[in-house]
């Protein structure tokens, strides 16, 4: 692996970690550090990963760039969506029978 592929992957995943924050709705309990680093590791992963796979000596950085990317998303998507959800937050889903206690 090679210093431009850990700055492409730093740079994409920073990219995706703030974009991910942006373009997903509703409100997030995840912090913003967390979206960015998740988004970094990812890209990361996706650079070992290419790295293992690819074999090509063409040098093309497009291949490499699209699966960063796409893992970032990927992770930055699941991190949201899974804290959002209320049993990640200690809060009893809607429909499962679960009862709040009544102040008395």
């Not at 994409?12 to 997030?28: D, I, N, Y």
């Not at 990812?42 to 000596?57: F, N, S, W, Y």
């Not at 998507?77 to 102040?103: H, Y």
Request: no cysteine; charged share 10%; aromatic share 2%.
């Amino acid at each position: 692996m090679t210093g431009s592929t850990l700055v492409g992957a730093l740079v994409v995943g920073l990219a995706v970690g703030g974009l991910g924050r942006l373009v997903l709705p509703g409100r997030k309990a995840v912090p913003v550090w967390l979206t960015l680093a998740l988004g970094v590791a990812a890209a990361l992963l996706g650079a070992i990963v290419v790295g293992l796979v690819d074999h090509r000596t063409d040098g093309s950085p497009v291949l490499p760039l699209m699966v960063q990317t796409g893992f970032a998303a990927v992770a930055v998507v699941l991190a949201v969506v899974a804290a959002g959800r209320p049993e990640a937050q200690g809060q009893t889903p809607a429909g499962t029978g679960g009862r709040r206690k009544e102040e008395v």
